[in-house]
């Protein structure tokens, strides 16, 4: 019998108990795929991705040698969630104000105040 694929799906963190394999999605009880911001609604650089993927990296450490169920995926993706927002309010990802779809879901964009003297 094939393990069930649980997932965890945020705004801007897609989780998925599965594999990648001829660009499908397979099921895997001991792999967890990772898809940040799918809908390319943040501007990222390398470092703030990195910095993504080692949360990550070190939530799933904390739950090494646990049964992997949806509860602990979806805790991980809430959690790489409010991370992504910390990420923003520190100015280290924006808004892609070219995005399809504009969903402020992480709070307004800042905008420099016009200071004239």
């Given at each position: 019998?094939?393990?069930?694929?649980?997932?965890?799906?945020?705004?801007?963190?897609?989780?998925?108990?599965?594999?990648?394999?001829s660009?499908?999605?397979?099921?895997?009880?001991?792999?967890?795929?990772?898809?940040?911001?799918?809908?390319?609604?943040?501007?990222?650089?390398?470092d703030?991705?990195?910095?993504?993927?080692?949360?990550?990296?070190?939530?799933?450490?904390?739950?090494?040698?646990?049964?992997?169920?949806?509860?602990?995926?979806?805790?991980?993706?809430?959690?790489?969630?409010?991370?992504?927002?910390?990420?923003?309010?520190?100015?280290?990802?924006?808004?892609?104000?070219?995005?399809r779809?504009?969903?402020?879901?992480?709070?307004?964009?800042?905008?420099?105040?016009?200071?004239?003297v």
């Amino acid at each position: 019998m094939p393990s069930p694929m649980y997932k965890s799906t945020t705004r801007h963190i897609r989780i998925f108990s599965a594999e990648i394999q001829s660009g499908e999605l397979e099921p895997c009880s001991d792999k967890l795929t990772l898809d940040v911001d799918p809908d390319n609604e943040l501007v990222w650089n390398n470092d703030a991705l990195q910095a993504v993927y080692k949360k990550f990296e070190d939530l799933t450490a904390q739950y090494n040698g646990e049964e992997l169920s949806d509860y602990n995926i979806r805790r991980i993706g809430s959690d790489l969630e409010h991370f992504v927002r910390s990420l923003l309010e520190s100015g280290q990802v924006s808004y892609n104000l070219q995005s399809r779809a504009r969903n402020y879901s992480l709070g307004l964009p800042r905008v420099a105040e016009d200071v004239t003297v």
